[in-house]
């Protein structure tokens, strides 16, 4: 079963949806679009993906592990054997995974049933799913299956935890977001993650806003310039983020018609006076205050008290440590 689910990716069976966080894309023909094209196939902040585009990612993992079979299963485990299967959490967590985990057994012939909903904060020893179907399958899905669950529960845990510092240091008003600091191969799941942890997505692309740093300003010019060739060629449906330094170049970007200001390598200090020099310009309240860069857990309170609206971590994402957790595999009365 495990090798029928790395066969081909066209079907003539019809898919049904996948609904992760509100109802899926439409899109014709989404059978044929590969792995590499998934970002662009209506992946905005809800991260809905119809089905078989998310089957898509699952089957390269599967394809990774495999090779051309478990070799030591096939050796020591009967083709007739059925199994069950169970997987626990190990520590406190906030978990996210289980819809996938759910598409990756039945790609494979397995059942799945989920014991906690991704969202779900759990306690230490908590089963969030159960599974049964041949034992071969099971044991040949079992490190790829974890590795989702583990990762992203790990990025959903982190995420949480800072969006309760933040919301207690700034009584709710500061948003925690991610960047594009992502494994490759694994924006969608860590992204989604991410928003199942209740923090913010920020740009999941480089199409979905304009943000001009450092290395552009070098290149294309002043910044009043950089953010008028922008506004002049970009749609006006994208917003157009400028990052910057020092107090005084926050000022300037919002001058100049910047959406939203980045405070990037600021000190609290050095943010709290870009908030207060904006606010005595009278521009406070129509830019996006964001900082970024160098903010980690020990210091985020420092940072929410400041007066931005946003702050991105870069860690949640590519520094998250994985959750714990354990795939226990019994043998069943009956096969599958």
């Given at each position: 079963m495990v090798d029928q689910a790395l066969g081909s990716r066209r079907s003539n069976k019809s898919l049904p949806s996948l609904t992760l966080t509100s109802p899926p894309c439409q899109c014709p023909?989404?059978?044929?679009?590969?792995?590499?094209?998934?970002?662009?196939?209506?992946?905005?902040?809800t991260l809905d993906l119809n089905r078989s585009v998310v089957e898509n990612a699952i089957r390269s993992f599967l394809a990774e592990d495999l090779g051309y079979g478990d070799i030591t299963t096939n050796a020591l485990v009967d083709s007739e054997r059925g199994g069950e299967g169970r997987v626990v959490c190990r520590q406190n967590a906030v978990i996210a995974g289980i819809e996938e985990a759910l598409v990756l057994l039945e790609l494979v012939g397995c059942h799945g049933t989920a014991r906690a909903h991704d969202g779900d904060r759990v306690k230490a020893g908590a089963m969030i799913l159960s599974a049964r179907g041949p034992a071969r399958a099971l044991l040949g899905v079992e490190r790829t299956l974890l590795n989702l669950l583990t990762h992203m529960s790990g990025v959903a845990t982190a995420t949480a935890d800072l969006v309760s510092i933040a919301n207690r240091e700034s009584r709710g008003k500061v948003r925690i977001a991610c960047t594009r600091k992502t494994l490759p191969g694994l924006r969608y799941f860590e992204k989604r993650a991410v928003e199942l942890g209740g923090g913010d997505t920020h740009r999941l692309r480089l199409d979905d806003a304009v943000l001009i740093k450092d290395n552009h300003l070098e290149l294309a010019g002043s910044l009043r310039e950089c953010v008028r060739k922008a506004k002049e060629t970009v749609s006006f449906t994208k917003k157009v983020e400028v990052e910057v330094t020092t107090p005084d170049q926050a000022v300037e970007a919002a001058e100049a018609g910047a959406d939203i200001v980045l405070l990037d390598n600021m000190t609290p200090k050095e943010v709290e006076r870009s908030v207060t020099l904006l606010k005595a310009k009278n521009l406070r309240d129509r830019v996006i205050v964001e900082a970024s860069g160098g903010i980690r857990r020990e210091n985020l309170a420092s940072y929410a008290k400041t007066g931005v609206d946003v702050i991105s971590v870069g860690a949640i994402t590519h520094s998250a440590p994985a959750v714990d957790m354990s795939l226990e595999i019994h043998a069943s009365r009956k096969r599958g």
């Amino acid at each position: 079963m495990v090798d029928q689910a790395l066969g081909s990716r066209r079907s003539n069976k019809s898919l049904p949806s996948l609904t992760l966080t509100s109802p899926p894309c439409q899109c014709p023909k989404i059978w044929a679009i590969s792995y590499s094209d998934l970002l662009k196939v209506g992946f905005r902040r809800t991260l809905d993906l119809n089905r078989s585009v998310v089957e898509n990612a699952i089957r390269s993992f599967l394809a990774e592990d495999l090779g051309y079979g478990d070799i030591t299963t096939n050796a020591l485990v009967d083709s007739e054997r059925g199994g069950e299967g169970r997987v626990v959490c190990r520590q406190n967590a906030v978990i996210a995974g289980i819809e996938e985990a759910l598409v990756l057994l039945e790609l494979v012939g397995c059942h799945g049933t989920a014991r906690a909903h991704d969202g779900d904060r759990v306690k230490a020893g908590a089963m969030i799913l159960s599974a049964r179907g041949p034992a071969r399958a099971l044991l040949g899905v079992e490190r790829t299956l974890l590795n989702l669950l583990t990762h992203m529960s790990g990025v959903a845990t982190a995420t949480a935890d800072l969006v309760s510092i933040a919301n207690r240091e700034s009584r709710g008003k500061v948003r925690i977001a991610c960047t594009r600091k992502t494994l490759p191969g694994l924006r969608y799941f860590e992204k989604r993650a991410v928003e199942l942890g209740g923090g913010d997505t920020h740009r999941l692309r480089l199409d979905d806003a304009v943000l001009i740093k450092d290395n552009h300003l070098e290149l294309a010019g002043s910044l009043r310039e950089c953010v008028r060739k922008a506004k002049e060629t970009v749609s006006f449906t994208k917003k157009v983020e400028v990052e910057v330094t020092t107090p005084d170049q926050a000022v300037e970007a919002a001058e100049a018609g910047a959406d939203i200001v980045l405070l990037d390598n600021m000190t609290p200090k050095e943010v709290e006076r870009s908030v207060t020099l904006l606010k005595a310009k009278n521009l406070r309240d129509r830019v996006i205050v964001e900082a970024s860069g160098g903010i980690r857990r020990e210091n985020l309170a420092s940072y929410a008290k400041t007066g931005v609206d946003v702050i991105s971590v870069g860690a949640i994402t590519h520094s998250a440590p994985a959750v714990d957790m354990s795939l226990e595999i019994h043998a069943s009365r009956k096969r599958g």
